[in-house]
């Protein structure tokens, strides 16, 4: 029997608005995401904001009403770079990245990656830009975290990469997202790999026995406890077992609780 395409089970399309095509399509060019394009499981493409301006200088910018410092991104440029990605008739869900948006987190990239429609980043520069494209245009507001960059395409290229990676098939057996931070609502366990001892730092005994029940417990009370340790406001939110709630009482009572990993190990 032929075997179907990965493509035919999930893909992800994603469109982005820049003045930097440039930035966007490197980063794209490279390592996992390349191949995933190459596999028809991520579709990117980057359209130059200029190529949508009127003027001979492809302007997109202009100085602020009222005043103030910096520019502003004209909103002409920007409806007729959305009207003519959308004249092809796909659903899209048009996203704008701005630090005053929602707040990104692993549970939002999840939930991007059931997402059927493209999604459309609009990537700001400048002061910002202009608030009437925020009521025609945009259907959510997105923030990568609370500071101020100089431009929207880290902010797209941040949610993009964290998207396509929870696509089947992105990842190899070797990247597996299935047992990383966040994705239990908790951090991940320690890794190590070879050699077994280096200057006086050993492996835990643990990983090198090949007992498989002991490893995952071990990796499970790792995770606990630098959960509590590093991020316990996850801990609320967390799926947690009745033996998770165990260990992590364990954890609180023992003097040293989170920090005697390597006693243990
Ligand atoms: N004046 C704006 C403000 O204070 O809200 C900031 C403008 S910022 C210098 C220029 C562009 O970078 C924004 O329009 C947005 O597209 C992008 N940007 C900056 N910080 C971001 C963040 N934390 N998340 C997502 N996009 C961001």
């Not at 029997?1 to 990965?6: G, K, Q």
């Not at 980057?46 to 301006?53: E, F, I, K, S, T």
């Not at 509590?228 to 801990?235: A, E």
């Amino acid at each position: 029997m032929e075997e179907t395409p990965l493509a035919l089970y999930m893909s992800i399309g994603f469109d982005i608005i820049t003045i930097f095509p440039g930035m966007v399509s490197a980063y794209i060019g490279e390592s996992i995401l390349k191949r995933a394009v190459q596999k028809g499981l991520l579709d990117v493409k980057v359209y130059n904001l200029r190529d949508h301006a009127t003027d001979k200088h492809r302007t997109v910018d202009d100085y602020p009403y009222g005043g103030g410092s910096g520019m502003v991104m004209k909103i002409e440029p920007l409806y007729t770079a959305v009207q003519a990605i959308k004249a092809d008739g796909l659903e899209r869900l048009t996203v704008m990245l701005s630090p005053q948006g929602r707040r990104y987190d692993q549970a939002a990239a999840e939930s991007l990656s059931q997402e059927k429609r493209r999604i459309l980043f609009i990537c700001g520069r400048y002061e910002g830009i202009d608030e009437r494209v925020k009521e025609s245009l945009v259907d959510d507001e997105v923030s990568i975290g609370d500071y101020v960059l100089t431009g929207g395409e880290l902010g797209a290229l941040v949610i993009i990469d964290s998207v396509a990676r929870l696509i089947p098939g992105v990842l190899g057996d070797e990247e597996s997202a299935k047992e990383e931070s966040f994705t239990w609502g908790i951090l991940d366990y320690p890794h190590y790999t070879r050699p077994p001892e280096f200057m006086g730092m050993r492996v835990p005994e643990v990983l090198l026995s090949g007992n498989h029940k002991d490893i995952a417990d071990y990796r499970r009370k790792e995770a606990l406890r630098r959960t509590l340790q590093k991020r316990p406001d996850l801990l609320g939110k967390a799926a947690l077992s009745k033996r998770d709630y165990d260990i992590l009482n364990e954890l609180c009572s023992s003097k040293t609780g989170i920090n005697d990993a390597e006693e243990e190990g």
